[in-house]
């Protein structure tokens, strides 16, 4: 068709669409743009800058938007709070007379035409109409016009009206806006350029989504070299761009449909790192000893108390000793009917004593003690009595220690609050109430950071090239997630940054990541979170590791996986992949394996949200498959022994096992068996065999430990463990038993067989 007849039959549509507004009259004219819609700009908010961080660009096509919610939720990482929209470009009026604009939304709004603010209400409140003055007006010319929004929280809506004297008041005709001439600007690529980029480094690097085909990745790359080609060249047009940014997108859905899931039950993964269920973790490096150790609320039966309180440590961050701690007995560790809560502990060394100081959150208070090393034995360490801080709302309260050796104490819920600490010649600490940066507080001083939007729990800080980091979890349960804020004084002003650290991610069978600590090691950043149990299950959380990235001010996690540390090319990573090199052979891993029964997952209802039952979830293929993730479950209650039975194929020279069982500090009554190739044909004639030989009598067991070891050289081909019975948490010891995905049946998470036995033992 000929431009100049397209031109004509465009006008026709305008006029046609004019009229049927009742705007059709002699001052109806032709359009003077033929690209309809806006520039739309999507941002996230970080603080008081609502323009904080560009997400996304595209073309809305009006400004009337009854729910922008689905819209901001898209770049808000699924919340549409604290977001904002920009709208640029032309508009025309069907006739030359003074135009009223009408703004009605929620939240705050503004609107400028020519260059002149024209409404604004730049205020957190809702569906309080504004209107600008009468303001004359040309037709037959392109008007610039602007429009912004944000979004504080909650409902999402706006809407954009005008009216003339001889014009009723009515929406802003779409037909009537176009778009800015150049749309599309060079650093707009550059926007995609990075979100592609990041991508990815996490396929090449990390691997967090799966195994993508070499193919892909080199499509995808190539498809960023040409990207940022065109980027390099100043006189690129709008048109290129445009296309430019859609390659890079097309590129990029193509990756995402090559990939390979990688699944939460598969052999090999790496997170969760510890065997058990670690809440509100402190993964904490200790130089001296090289060696890294985990404290944590000891989850996995209610989130109201703890069974015991013990610490996870480990050289090499793929095999772990979990031992019990010996805190100091001044503290009020056992209640009338059972253990007090036990929370959200931190570890921190002072530089300036050469001490250790432990904190947890009991019943209500703060306690904080000290050693010699990180395995204690603890003694109080709070000056004057009762022996602990009462600060107000002093909930999961973490140690940090400045990059000047000041160390400090940041706690509560729902507002962030910050105290210092100071130490006398003993090492006994105190609060720093001669502190002027505290002002609230009696007998204990600390100050309150505002300026922060949200803030939910289990704050942690950390400092890194100047800038303090505030990281802290919303939100909780299977929908936990991860924000921070930044500051250049450890006393605020905090800013909160846009998006989520971490949140959770259905697709790749991540749930709820929460509560988090950070630590250094060969010069990279490390963060230990908690999250769910996949499916969600209640009071099941294990903690992970993964690496952060630091942009200016800007966190990223750089993987958000099963994987965790036993991919990428970090300091860590490199440790723990050489630390498997020369890893001890299980035997038993990826083994043919076999059990009396097998648990279902129960599924149920949480939060408003329902986890569809799943047939035998807890098979006995996942007590030898290398991942603390998944686990066997009997069918049967602890009363009724359960066995498992695994196939090595072949006899080989066994010197020892290792049982890590579901809960790693309950009390496990078993016996393990063995049997030779020549004694039985098949794993399922092993099964009903009466000519199994000892391996280990564990039916006297009062070890408490993980992974409880047992020693003896034998040949075979077929092992058989058999859980007796256990101590396992009894619905009187849980307040939401209905909740829970069993309580009372023997699971083991991990049985491992070894060909040497164990040194020292």
């Known amino acids: 068709m000929p431009k100049k007849l397209s031109l004509v039959l465009l006008s026709l549509v305008l006029a046609h669409s004019l009229a049927s507004n009742g705007w059709a009259d002699s001052q109806a004219t032709t359009t003077v743009s033929t690209k309809q819609g806006l520039r739309a700009e999507y941002y996230r908010s970080a603080g008081s800058n609502f323009f904080a961080r560009l997400d996304k660009i595209t073309v809305d096509d009006g400004l009337t938007f009854p729910d922008l919610n689905p819209r901001l939720a898209k770049i808000g990482g699924g919340s549409s709070d604290h977001t904002a929209v920009r709208w640029t470009g032309k508009t025309q009026f069907p006739r030359s007379e003074e135009y009223t604009f009408y703004i009605i939304g929620d939240n705050g709004f503004r609107l400028w035409l020519d260059g002149q603010l024209a409404i604004d209400h730049w205020v957190e409140d809702w569906d309080k109409e504004q209107r600008s003055a009468p303001i004359r007006v040309e037709a037959n010319v392109l008007h610039d016009i602007k429009v912004e929004y944000f979004n504080g929280g909650g409902g999402a809506n706006l809407h954009v009206s005008w009216s003339s004297p001889s014009t009723p008041k009515q929406p802003v005709p779409a037909s009537c806006l176009s778009l800015p001439d150049p749309m599309y600007v060079n650093s707009d690529l550059q926007l995609y350029l990075d979100k592609a980029e990041a991508v990815r480094h996490a396929a090449v690097v990390g691997k967090e989504v799966g195994n993508y085909p070499r193919d892909a990745v080199k499509t995808f790359g190539d498809a960023i070299f040409k990207g940022q080609a065109l980027h390099k060249r100043s006189n690129a047009t709008s048109t290129e761009i445009e296309k430019g940014i859609a390659a890079l997108q097309n590129a990029q859905t193509k990756l995402a449909a090559s990939v390979v899931k990688e699944s939460f039950d598969g052999k090999g993964t790496g997170n969760p790192i510890v065997p058990g269920y670690w809440a509100d973790p402190t993964v904490f490096y200790d130089e001296p000893s090289d060696t890294f150790y985990c404290f944590a609320t000891v989850d996995?039966?209610?989130?109201?108390?703890?069974?015991?309180?013990?610490?996870?440590?480990?050289?090499?961050?793929l095999s772990w000793e979990i031992v019990q701690l010996a805190l100091p007995p001044e503290w009020p560790l056992l209640g009338s009917h059972k253990p007090y809560a036990l929370w959200a502990p931190s570890i921190v060394k002072n530089p300036g004593n050469g001490k250790y100081y432990l904190s947890y959150f009991i019943e209500g208070n703060t306690y904080i003690a000290f050693a010699d090393s990180p395995m204690g034995p603890w003694k109080n360490a709070t000056v004057g009595t009762p022996g602990h801080f009462q600060l107000n709302d002093a909930f999961d309260a973490q140690l940090f220690v400045d990059t000047d050796?000041?160390?400090?104490?940041?706690?509560?819920?729902?507002?962030?609050?910050?105290?210092?600490?100071?130490?006398?010649?003993?090492?006994?600490?105190?609060?720093?109430?001669?502190?002027?940066?505290?002002?609230?507080?009696?007998?204990?001083?600390?100050?309150?950071?505002?300026?922060?939007?949200?803030?939910?729990?289990?704050?942690a800080l950390y400092k890194k090239d100047g800038i303090y980091y505030l990281f802290y979890a919303e939100f909780g349960s299977q929908n936990y997630c991860v924000k921070y804020a930044t500051a250049k004084s450890v006393w605020g002003p905090y800013t909160e940054q846009p998006g989520f650290v971490m949140e959770r991610d259905a697709a790749r069978d991540i749930l709820g990541p929460g509560h988090v600590s950070l630590f250094e090691y060969g010069g990279d950043t490390y963060i230990g979170y908690h999250r769910q149990h996949f499916p969600f299950v209640d009071s099941k959380r294990q903690t992970c590791i993964n690496r952060l990235t630091f942009k200016g001010d800007a966190v990223s996690l750089e993987v958000q996986n099963h994987a965790g540390l036993r991919s990428g090319d970090g300091a860590l990573e490199k440790r723990v992949a050489a630390a498997s090199k020369h890893r001890e052979k299980d035997l038993a891993l990826g083994k043919v394996a076999i059990a009396s029964s097998a648990s279902d997952f129960k599924g149920g209802e949480f939060g408003g949200e329902s986890f569809a039952p799943i047939s035998h979830f807890y098979d006995a293929r996942f007590a030898v498959d290398d991942n603390l993730g998944t686990r066997w479950m009997a069918d049967t209650d602890q009363t009724t022994p359960s066995s498992l039975i695994v196939d090595l194929g072949a006899d080989m020279s066994i010197g020892r096992t290792e049982t890590t069982f579901e809960h790693?500090?309950?009390?496990?009554?078993?016996?393990?068996?063995?049997?030779?190739?020549?004694?039985?044909?098949?794993?399922?004639?092993?099964?009903?065999?009466?000519?199994?030989?000892?391996?280990?009598?564990?039916?006297?067991?009062?070890?408490?430990?993980?992974?409880?070891?047992?020693?003896?050289?034998?040949?075979?081909?077929?092992?058989?463990?058999?859980?007796?019975s256990a101590d396992l948490p009894t619905p009187d010891e849980s307040r939401s038993p209905s909740r829970t995905d069993y309580l009372n049946r023997a699971s083991i998470v991990e049985f491992r067989v070894f060909a040497k036995t164990a040194k020292g033992r």
């Open 405 to 459: 050796g000041k160390v400090y104490l940041s706690f509560a819920a729902s507002e962030f609050k910050l105290a210092a600490l100071k130490f006398d010649a003993e090492g006994r600490v105190s609060v720093d109430n001669g502190n002027p940066n505290m002002t609230v507080g009696g007998a204990f001083k600390y100050k309150v950071i505002h300026r922060i939007n949200v803030f939910g729990e289990g704050s």
């Open 300 to 317: 996995g039966v209610d989130a109201g108390w703890q069974h015991d309180a013990h610490v996870a440590r480990s050289k090499d961050l």
């Open 664 to 724: 790693v500090r309950r009390l496990y009554k078993y016996k393990i068996e063995y049997l030779r190739q020549a004694n039985t044909a098949t794993i399922a004639t092993a099964k009903d065999s009466t000519v199994w030989k000892p391996f280990a009598d564990r039916s006297g067991n009062e070890q408490k430990e993980s992974p409880l070891v047992d020693n003896k050289s034998v040949k075979a081909r077929y092992l058989k463990i058999t859980v007796l």
